[in-house]
């Protein structure tokens, strides 16, 4: 997993070095970083040339402003043409080294684009963002176009206007088609707005990391992870010690996410798959996931191996329902095993059942629960166990997602993955990962229960092969490796033409077996 980090972690982090007047020596690394990023663009878009290449700053008032002329000195060096446009407030006034340099270095002042702009390089606004900004606004005030659609924009650090701890934006910026970022990488590149403009993020050591290690941390996970959740069978594996995942979804109004929860649990290579319906009650769903994967164990009640359920995908509001799910969360507290509750689940849990199920709750419990909400059942489950106001379940809103989901999980003791085109991971004592969105082909419906059983099928494999307990940081790891592999497999079956809810598992199984 890779550590990402609040904005104002990384501005906490700087404050000692800036206080002993190590300011200007961070800036000149952030400027390197950022001149040897454009200079590559500038290799791959200007033709491959370097010299007589032009690149535009767009300088604003603080030292975002600052780093971009600096780099812009440095470019000029290397043959470049460099402008820099004032689009706020006046650089002379509070970059005077840097307007220095950069005249010095030949660069000048313009009001326009110009007609042949190979990079622009957006210096407007970085960490010191705050409250609404428009692009399109200050630009137009000052009478200068927006680049070209086709025009390489650089950002300075981040998109101006992001907010760089939850990337939300108030207002329009540029997109830009890479970010160089300094010090870290900050969620707010990752996450909502700041990930659809941030480009290809490209992260600079300015030399923080010492000062970097006291502030909090976000988790997001990388290919390997799933090689390590997911591992191919040991030797000496046999069916029950590769973990069995019980399965409560579907219902007779709803039978098909009993099929898709199935077949993406089977399709990770787990010891068995156990659909828990009674015949009795839930007739039609035997027939249907036995008639697709015989393998399948239908049973009326858990078998005793069972070493992880997931709950709720396809459930109905009928009693029926809520007894499977009142059975289902009894025998995980009893036995103490990791439990997913999604969709229909999420709305049948009460406040009772979170007493039991929570971490050390009533039944000392120490195995995890995972609830896996989208947008509108977080909404949901926040105004009933947290106590906040309805909110419009809208992808890319101005909630703070990190922020919403550490809420739900301190106040349940669950953890909590909330999804949306990114998906966020809080864990009951605020440790928290951040998946950002990796395919928009998981927007369709049924998705959610191939992930909850993945997510399933991630804790049954820590739960059968860690001796020692497990602790917070390892579940975090395995519901992260969980949300990488479906959106890798949504990546996956992308090749053979649009996707659907069916087409995950074949795919979970293509990206299982490219990772050897
Ligand atoms: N510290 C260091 O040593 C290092 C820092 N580094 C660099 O510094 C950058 C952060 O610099 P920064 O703190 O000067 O903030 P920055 O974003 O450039 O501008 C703030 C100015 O903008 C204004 N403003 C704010 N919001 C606004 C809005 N919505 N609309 C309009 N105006 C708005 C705000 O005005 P105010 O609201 O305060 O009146 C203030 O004047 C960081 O991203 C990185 O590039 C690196 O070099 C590494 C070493
Ligand atoms: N635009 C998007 N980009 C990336 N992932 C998305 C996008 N929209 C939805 N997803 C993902 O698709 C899944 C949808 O889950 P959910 O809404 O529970 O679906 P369902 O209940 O139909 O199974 C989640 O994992 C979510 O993160």
Request: proline share 6%.
């Amino acid at each position: 997993m890779k550590k990402l980090y609040f904005g104002t972690s990384v501005r906490k982090a700087e404050a000692p070095l800036i206080a002993s007047g190590a300011s200007a020596l961070l800036m000149r690394r952030a400027a390197w970083g950022l001149a040897h990023h454009v200079l590559a663009y500038l290799s791959e878009t200007a033709h491959g040339a370097v010299y007589g290449s032009r690149v535009v700053g767009l300088i604003g008032k603080g030292k975002n402003g600052a780093d971009t002329l600096w780099a812009l000195s440095m470019l000029a060096e290397r043959g470049v043409s460099v402008e820099a446009i004032a689009v706020l407030g006046n650089p002379e006034q509070n970059a005077q080294d840097a307007v220095s340099a950069f005249h010095r270095a030949g660069g000048r002042f313009v009001t326009a684009l110009g007609q042949r702009t190979d990079v622009v390089i957006d210096g407007v606004l970085g960490t010191g963002a705050s409250g609404p900004f428009s692009m399109s606004a200050v630009l137009a005030q000052r009478g200068i176009d927006r680049p070209r659609p086709e025009t390489t924009v650089i950002a300075c650090d981040i998109p101006s206007g992001i907010n760089a701890d939850t990337g939300q934006l108030d207002g329009d910026t540029l997109t830009a088609t890479a970010t160089v970022t300094f010090g870290a990488t900050k969620t707010g590149l990752l996450l909502s707005a700041g990930h659809q403009h941030a480009g290809r993020v490209h992260t600079v050591d300015i030399g923080l990391q010492e000062h970097l290690s006291s502030q909090p941390t976000v988790w997001c996970p990388d290919p390997h992870d799933v090689t390590t959740c997911f591992p191919p069978p040991r030797a000496t594996d046999y069916k029950y010690s590769r973990g069995v995942v019980g399965i409560i979804a579907g219902s007779e109004a709803y039978p098909g996410p009993s099929l898709l929860c199935s077949r993406a649990v089977a399709s990770c290579g787990i010891g068995m798959v156990n659909l828990i319906a009674d015949p009795e009650t839930v007739p039609s769903l035997r027939p249907l996931v036995l008639g697709d994967r015989p393998e399948t164990v239908v049973t009326a009640a858990p078998v005793p191996q069972v070493t992880s359920l997931v709950i709720g995908p396809g459930l109905d509001d009928t009693s029926t329902s809520r007894q499977r799910l009142d059975e289902g969360l009894d025998h995980a507290v009893e036995h103490d095993l990791p439990v997913v509750i999604d969709a229909t689940g999420l709305d049948l849990v009460d406040q009772g059942w979170l007493d039991r199920l929570r971490l050390g709750g009533t039944s000392s419990r120490t195995a995890p629960t995972v609830l896996t909400p989208h947008l509108g059942e977080m909404s949901r489950l926040s105004q009933r166990f947290v106590g906040t106001e309805a909110v419009p379940a809208t992808i890319g809103g101005d909630k703070d997602a990190l922020a919403w989901a550490t809420a739900l999980a301190q106040a349940t003791g669950c953890y909590v993955v909330l999804k949306s085109a990114d998906t966020v991971v809080a864990t009951p004592s605020g440790q928290r990962g951040l998946h950002p969105a990796q395919s928009a082909d998981l927007a369709t419906a049924g998705t959610g229960d191939t992930l909850a059983g993945l997510i399933a099928v991630s804790l049954a494999t820590a739960w059968t092969r860690t001796n020692s307990p497990v602790t917070e940081h390892q579940v975090l790891h395995h519901v992260l490796a969980a949300i990488h592999l479906h959106g890798a497999a949504a990546v996956s079956a992308r090749h053979a033409g649009p996707v659907s809810a069916s087409d995950l598992a074949p795919a979970v199984r293509a990206v299982l077996a490219s990772r050897g």
